[in-house]
């Protein structure tokens, strides 16, 4: 059998941001219906006989938990998307919120099935249909512009980007990272992601991610390697010292604009001695990067837990619905995307 697996927050967030000047005749906001039921009627003529799911994030308890008992211990500075939480907040973001429930009615006359699941994220979700189902001769697509789901890519198990209207397979996805797709979360590990107020190691972007993890396969390699060489350089020199007093001289140096060099070195971090030693040119062989990838070797970890996807065993099966054609031909009158009436056999 063939699926569809629509990331809706994705998709009708996107919409409601490139149609934010579309409103029916009441004033009322019609950007997400109209983008959605857009993209929706493509799919259906695109993916011709492939069973359709939309599914709708809920909050991760697991994440969320995690990253707060992160900040308690002093590995990152703040929780889990926290930095999402705004006083002001866009009028399209504002719109989605409000016009979503109307949206999911709308999306269940056209007889699209949706889940949301309290706990779990919409990525959650779709990462347990595409491991529930990829076993079995199905094949599987993913739709969503979000690069976390390049970890799902498998054999059969493809991701359609909406936005750039581009199918990304496995070969495809393998041939041009020379990494595998479940490597991708090692990556995120060590860059982080600003998006999910993630954090990564400090000066890391997605090249140098890459190329360790091409290198060593996995974070805790790169980690292993990193330890073993600084190993060496401890038996050179064997003086350096780990204390408050090293620390509190780290918190001194500056950059050339004035800010800080190490604002998020902690007191309880190792190496903190290398790093005084690499400043004062007694250690010229050690990047940077590397010293901040072992001092903070725990949010790493923590990164890693936060980027991989959960995988949920109990999941209802995916059934179609009844569509309403009379309910969704007032729907689309209601908000003013009646042109989209023409297209009600596609569903």
Do not use: N
């Given at each position: 059998m063939k699926y569809l697996l629509i990331d809706g927050n994705n998709l009708a967030i996107r919409s409601a941001f490139a149609n934010s000047e579309l409103k029916n005749r009441d004033g009322i906001s019609t950007s997400i219906h109209y983008g959605v039921f857009q993209s929706l009627i493509n799919l259906k003529q695109k993916y011709l006989n492939y069973q359709m799911l939309l599914v709708w994030d809920g909050k991760s308890k697991r994440r969320i938990k995690e990253a707060l008992e992160g900040v308690e211990q002093g590995i990152i500075k703040s929780g889990y998307k926290a930095n999402r939480v705004k006083d002001v907040q866009p009028q399209p973001l504002l719109d989605f919120r409000?016009?979503?429930?109307?949206?999911?009615?709308?999306?269940?006359?056209?007889?699209?099935?949706?889940?949301?699941?309290?706990?779990?994220?919409?990525?959650?979700?779709?990462?347990?249909y595409c491991f529930k189902l990829k076993s079995g001769n199905n094949e599987i697509i993913a739709m969503t512009s979000d690069k976390d789901y390049y970890q799902l890519l498998d054999t059969n198990v493809d991701i359609w980007d909406g936005m750039k209207c581009k199918l990304t397979t496995k070969t495809e996805w393998e041939s041009e990272n020379k990494i595998t797709p479940s490597q991708y979360v090692d990556c995120g590990a060590l860059m982080g992601d600003v998006g999910d107020n993630i954090f990564g190691i400090p000066g890391w972007g997605d090249k140098g991610a890459f190329k360790a993890i091409r290198k060593h396969g996995s974070w805790e390699n790169v980690m292993v390697d990193f330890h073993k060489n600084f190993d060496s350089i401890r038996q050179k020199f064997p003086d350096l010292n780990e204390d408050e007093n090293e620390f509190k001289k780290l918190e001194n140096i500056k950059t050339k604009s004035g800010k800080q060099k190490y604002p998020e070195i902690k007191i309880d971090m190792p190496f903190t001695g290398v790093t005084l030693a690499v400043e004062n040119k007694q250690i010229k062989t050690i990047p940077k990067t590397t010293l901040m990838a072992l001092m903070m070797e725990k949010r790493v970890k923590l990164a890693y837990s936060l980027k991989k996807m959960d995988i949920i065993e109990d999941l209802p099966d995916i059934q179609d619905l009844i569509i309403n054609k009379d309910r969704l031909i007032e729907y689309f009158d209601y908000y003013d995307i009646k042109s989209f009436s023409d297209y009600i056999e596609v569903f």
């Open positions: 409000e016009q979503a429930p109307y949206l999911k009615k709308g999306i269940e006359q056209a007889g699209i099935p949706q889940i949301r699941l309290y706990d779990f994220e919409a990525d959650d979700v779709i990462a347990s």
